[in-house]
Nanobody
Framework: QVQLVESGGGLVQPGGSLRLSCAPS????????MGWYRQAPGKQRELVAT???????NYADSVKGRFTISRDNAKNTLYLQMNSLNPEDTAVYYC????????????????WGQGTQVTVSS
């Protein structure tokens, strides 16, 4: 059973930086798209950034210029570098991977991390 393991959340002051990481445990065959989402208290989960297998990226307007999504294909690891953090970035951050676990799988499935808390406060 594949699980996505996240790390890197925590408490940071406004203007500070954090880097989130996410990697799958268990056997996988191929990872297609990857992404980060977040959910603040009382709000719906929203997209933060995505990255395709080819490296194309997409960002929410609220994080453009401050966050950078990247992937290390050799390590099957997804990253989110977050700079210039502000209190509005406080949320639980979830990684998502669309992947297959075996060569014979016709369609990839979505997997989610357990979530990591990011709190921006002075």
């Amino acid at each position: 059973q594949v699980q996505l393991v996240e790390s890197g959340g925590g408490l940071v002051q406004p203007g500070g930086s954090l880097r989130l990481s996410c990697a799958p445990s268990g056997s996988i065959f191929r990872i297609n798209a990857m992404g980060w989402y977040r959910q603040a208290p009382g709000k719906q989960r929203e997209l933060v950034a995505t990255i395709s297998s080819g490296g194309s990226t997409n960002y929410a307007d609220s994080v453009k210029g401050r966050f950078t999504i990247s992937r290390d294909n050799a390590k099957n690891t997804l990253y989110l570098q977050m700079n210039s953090l502000n209190p509005e970035d406080t949320a639980v951050y979830y990684c998502n991977m669309r992947l297959t676990t075996a060569w014979h799988e016709v369609r990839p499935s979505d997997y989610w991390g357990q979530g990591t808390q990011v709190t921006v406060s002075s």
